[in-house]
């Protein structure tokens, strides 16, 4: 199913600055990890070591929490959206440091 | 369809408008959805601003001109120049001056009709219950995690609504807590990111603008609530983005296993927030232990001595721009890919715009096995402070 990956402002150094991804997913699972293998960096800020999802990083399928949908197990449509949803603070002196693990 | 929000200002003495107020407040009470009756809500409305920033600027300016009785003011900051390019109640004049004193002349100046106090502190956990009791509701228009989520238990213990907001270079989101039967922040982030890995605005910048929006419909969303109006943001996350103009929704659901506002909470008192969002320890001076360091005055002394030093600059090509001390650039995101360009046989001094980031850096690139290699303490605004002040600062 083709659908649209909204990438978040703070993520999208990590998508060549792209503001969202066109690809081809039946699930939502599957269309973040298309996003994170064509993008490798953006794996490390929205998956733990574990493989699960960040818990400060939401994902939506068009205007659903995935949360209470089907998690990344979520089908998707034809033209649904998935839209990244991290927290942001507004402006923070102290935390200075970028992740590079 | 509009819920009243539920408050003890019923339950004051009667209050009235004056003939000023009702010239001044003439443009809401000749409308039927605000009228005598809405107004008179406003007076009695006590509106508790937690920061008065890039948010708390159009807050308390739009607030304090719809004549909302009493609004608290909570800042510990002074006015810093950089401020003045979003922060609009504060003018030129203003710099070095405590900002909740100079937000309130700016308000009393524009209303003195309405009660504006001041609380210069940080919001701690020992005393966020107590300056919340006596307020009808929170607006949040802080800048930093662990503030975030101490508002957010303070606001849901005490039952009080929280307005939120939040900005990040050209996003922004809005939406309201802590609302009866509605989610709180911690349904949405039940945790907070590790510290860094949000860049913040003095490392990602922002549209001055964009927290002028925000902060406005966050004002207009208080008003509402006070007013007992059309929909407030209950159960609604809306997303901005600036540079698009578009406005988005995502539903915000109650999660019932909220810690503190689910069916079972765990959470009865409020907490220490740093430890919770992992900053305790960081200090403001990036000094980690381990991290070799040099000084600007002695990269100074080698490098007219004629060391063959290589000056690795770790910032972005922009900030590059504004000023440099001719290093050589590979942006911090893009070292791991860029490692190989670097010599481990020649000596290294990594510097960015405060130190910080080199310190990382330096540790990546010991990881990767680089022994020669130290990062310059302070930055290049040491650098301009120490060694060679025609080094603008930013």
Redesign the interface.
Known sequence: MPVKVIVPTPLRRFAEQRSSIECDAATVGDALRQLTTDYGELRKHLYTDEGRIRSFVNVYLNDEDIRFLKQEQTQTKDGDTITIVPSIAGGVEIAGRQFIG | MAIPIATDTMTKAAVSLNKEEILRYSRHLIMPEVGMEGQLKLKQAQVLLIGT???GAPLGLYLAAAGVGRIGLVDFDVVDFTNLQRQITFSTEDVGRKKTEAARDRLSHMNPQIQIDTFETRLTSENALELFKDFDIIVD?????PT?YLVNDASVLLGKPNVYG??????G?ATVFGYPGGPCYRC?????????????????G?LGVL?GIIGSIQAMETIKLILGVGEPLVGR?L?FDAL?MRF??????KNPACPICGERRTINKLIDYEEFCG?RG?E?V?VTTGIPEISPRELKTRLDRGDNLYILDVREPHEYQICNIHGNLIP??D??RRVSELDSSREIVAHCR?G??S??AVE?LRKAGFRKIWNLRGGILAWSDEVDPTVPKY
């Open positions: 920033g890039g948010l228009g802080t800048d930093n995690f975030r939040s900005i990040f270079r050209f996003e989101q949405l982030y039940p945790e907070p990111p590790p510290p860094g890995l949000v860049p913040s605005c003095a490392e990602g922002v927290p996350l997303l698009g988005r929704e995502l539903k915000l659901h900053i960081e403001a990036p911090l995101g070292l791991p405060s910080k980031r310190a990382d990546f």
